[in-house]
């Protein structure tokens, strides 16, 4: 027990540094080549960040863990908007884009409900059990090759507009800054998921409950710590890409890739609950947007409070 919390400690360490020399290097990379800080956000950060939640779906159905394959995908979603974001809007209120409002907010709250149809065939009558499908999976990657389009497209066509400035770093020194920060925030991320899993499995909790809690909010670590880095820098398009992109590559990388390679997953113990909280944080973040095109304090609170009455109800049931 005391080795697991010495690593903990060691793990949030190399988190919260990580987090800091990734953002610096991925915000220098933009002005380098002089594209979007959302396209990055969107990519290399959302991609990167995603990294332990995939590592750990891979392992998970490797041996046979279902429920924790779907709880990572699943909690990892819920805290990105309602914990990440709160904390992020609440630490300064978050601008958000036209071009975000119209496409990238709609296409994550799709996939999230294209997770949540997919996932309830005993509700909808198409089959006797809830499971994600080998099929199911290769339509959720056809739905990702729709992202990989959009952000192709943004590519092209969305760059910034020149400026005087120049850049914080030179491009080799911000690609290096970029792997090192990535390098601290995966094995950072690591670290803390497996001695935060001992010291939970010791105490006799449900695969359920240490999926959607400590797994969950381990392999959101880079998340969360890179979106308030991001935040607190006012580097706010970074922010918003990191949440957007990395639910969109949870559902559709960290879920459909496993699945579509290992077969068909039939998860025993998740409830309505959690996947009408996954749809219901994707549509509260595309409402609260659409409103008034940003994520003020106030919205923050409502939706940490959010996010504290679900998880009080999965621990409490």
């Given amino acids: 027990m005391a080795l697991s919390i010495i690593l903990l400690i060691v793990g949030f360490i190399l988190l919260i540094k990580g987090a800091d020399v990734f953002v610096d290097g991925a915000s220098s990379t933009a002005e380098n080549f002089k594209i979007s800080k959302m396209l990055i956000g969107l990519t290399i950060i959302a991609f990167g960040t995603s990294a332990p939640e995939f590592a750990v779906s891979m392992s998970a159905l490797a041996s046979g863990s279902t429920d924790m394959v779907l709880g990572n995908v699943i909690g990892s979603c819920i805290l990105n908007i309602l914990l990440i974001l709160g904390l992020a809007a609440v630490i300064r209120p978050i601008k958000i884009t036209d071009n975000t409002i119209r496409k990238e907010l709609p296409l994550c709250l799709l996939i999230s409900t294209l997770l949540a149809v997919l996932f309830l065939d005993v509700s909808l009558g198409s089959g006797a059990e809830n499971q994600i499908t080998r099929a199911d999976a290769i339509v959720i990657l056809l739905f990702f090759s729709i992202f990989l389009y959009y952000l192709i497209t943004l590519a092209k066509q969305k760059k910034e507009k020149k400026t005087k400035a120049k850049p ?53 670590l880079p998340e969360l710590v890179t979106t308030i880095v991001a935040a607190k820098k006012g580097e706010q398009e970074l922010a918003v890409g990191n949440i ?56 923050g609170i409502m939706m940490l409070l959010l996010f504290v009455a679900y998880y009080g109800v999965v621990l409490i049931s």
């Fill in 168 to 220: 914080k770093f030179s491009l080799g020194k911000s690609l290096v800054l970029v792997a090192i920060g990535l390098f601290g925030i995966i094995i950072g991320s690591n670290l803390v998921v497996e001695s935060a899993s001992s010291i939970a499995t010791s105490i006799g909790l449900s695969e359920r409950i240490i999926s959607l809690t400590v797994i969950a909010f381990g392999t959101s």
């Fill in 244 to 299: 957007i992109g990395s639910n969109i590559f949870n559902i559709c990388i960290v879920l459909g890739i496993p699945v579509a390679f290992f077969g068909t997953i039939t998860p025993s113990s998740f409830q309505y609950i959690d996947l009408i909280m996954l749809v219901a944080s994707s549509a509260l973040l595309f409402v609260f947007s659409a409103t008034t095109k940003r994520i003020n304090r106030t919205e």
